[in-house]
């Protein structure tokens, strides 16, 4: 009896140990050929959308809009949730960030974030 507690224990470890492990992305992957299409001052903002979609994150003032770009991927191997919420962005996350100048629509810079 001991013995076939032992086995549903041990089975029921593994279940719950194989629905952690694995891989979470967050955003959409940077392709750094596309980055190669960036140009400041003469990129337009609909050439930005074209190569990368809608940005994760987007701020305006008055004179420019800000776009941001995230790609994350998370490793778990078991470990909590609350370990992964702990971990610095930047050493799991690539960030591409654009400003667009509101009047003429283009792209006045960018900056391209690799993780570490």
Known sequence: ?????????????????????????????????SLEHLQNGVTSEDKILYYFGRPDDEKETKYEKLMTYRYCELHSDGVSKQTLQNTDPQSVCDFLKITIDKETMVMRSHTYIPHK
């Open 1 to 33: 009896m001991a013995l076939r507690q032992s086995a549903y224990y041990l089975l029921y470890c593994l279940v719950l140990s194989a629905c952690t492990v694995g891989t979470t992305i967050i955003g959409r992957w940077i392709d750094p050929l």
